[in-house]
């Protein structure tokens, strides 16, 4: 099965300061997905990365606050801009690899903690 | 608006016990349901799906259009089905994940 690789891991980052997460694809797929998880919550998405155009964002984020980038069919970047406390989450990339089947399958995510 | 509801974040039973997670969901046109499951230090993956109707580890689940319910069964736990299970309406609502925990 396709592998998906996210970096960094995790990160410790200062207030203010902005952190791109990296997903690496080793197939090609049409879109992949970034999904935000908060401590105690549930998943959300955040958007939709496509190839070619801009990203798709769910209610309550916008592209200035999580700039995606999609370059190729196989690699996707999520920036966390001007972090907050209250950005300290594990961002989570995802793709749909079985086309037709709607089965998503995720990154091991990336944790990140703003002080 | 679209909604997937695990009322139960935390499930505790012991092992051979009969388990059930509850999923309930709204949403107005036909829905696409899947249970996602998370072992200790694992990634998110798909356990199984209302489409293909299967049983993946022993756990089945049935939509229930008229209950709008898409509940997790298993008549016998084991130990490794400790987990985090998630139940999602496809790609946008994901409900809040249920804890269970197998006791020995």
């Known amino acids: 099965s396709a592998v998906i690789s996210q970096k960094p891991s995790r990160d410790i980052c200062q207030r203010g300061t902005s952190l791109t997460i990296q997903c690496q694809v080793d197939s090609q797929v049409t879109m992949m997905f970034w999904y935000r998880q908060q401590p105690g919550q549930s998943l959300t998405l955040i958007a939709t990365?496509?190839?070619?155009?801009?990203?798709?964002?769910e209610s309550g984020f916008v592209i200035d606050k999580f700039p995606i980038s999609r370059p190729n069919l196989t690699f996707s970047t999520l920036t966390v801009s001007n972090m907050s406390p209250e950005d300290s989450s594990i961002y989570l990339c995802?793709?749909?690899?079985?086309?037709?089947?709607?089965?998503?399958?995720f990154g091991a995510g990336s944790r990140l903690t703003v002080l | 608006a679209q909604r997937v509801t695990q009322p139960e974040k935390l499930l505790s039973v012991f092992k051979g016990a009969p388990v059930e997670l509850k999923c309930n969901y709204s949403y107005s046109g036909s829905p696409e349901l899947f249970w996602y499951v998370q072992y200790s230090r694992q990634r998110l993956q798909l356990l199984l799906r209302h489409i293909s109707r299967e049983s993946i580890k022993g756990f089945t689940a049935d939509l229930n259009k008229g209950e709008t319910s898409f509940h997790l069964k298993k008549p016998f736990a084991q130990e490794e089905d400790s987990a985090m299970y998630y139940c999602d309406n496809y790609k946008l609502t994901f409900g809040k994940g249920t804890l269970l925990t197998v006791n020995p």
């Open positions: 995802s793709v749909n690899l079985r086309s037709g089947a709607n089965v998503l399958t």
């Open positions: 990365a496509n190839q070619g155009s801009e990203a798709t964002y």
